[in-house]
């Protein structure tokens, strides 16, 4: 077999066609695990503030019972409204 210019030049186009595939679908790849990490992340933050929302209502529950009013009581009406928009999936005013 003889190996003269084209055939040098048509193994440097098939290695170029290889890389670029591969490069794409690396490319791919990594979006997809961004995305999935990403998802995982989203959804540690809403457990935590979903924790921090309910915390937050008893103490407001509290103060409520100890005989403060004003603020607390719309930040408690507020913050049910919310939060039984959020349990049926309704979006929430603000």
Avoid: W
């Avoid at 690396?26 to 992340?41: H, V």
């Avoid at 924790?51 to 408690?76: M, T």
């Amino acid at each position: 077999m003889y190996i003269d210019a084209e055939t040098i030049n048509d193994l440097a186009r098939l290695l170029g066609s290889l890389a670029l595939i591969g490069s794409a679908v690396l490319a791919i790849y990594k979006f997809i695990e961004r995305d999935r990490a990403q998802s995982k992340t989203i959804r540690a933050i809403q457990t935590e503030q979903t924790l921090l929302c309910y915390g937050i209502k008893a103490c407001l529950q509290g103060l409520a019972e100890q005989g403060c009013d004003g603020p607390v009581h719309d930040a408690l009406e507020k913050l049910e409204k919310h939060l039984n928009k959020q349990a049926h999936g309704a979006p929430s005013d603000k």
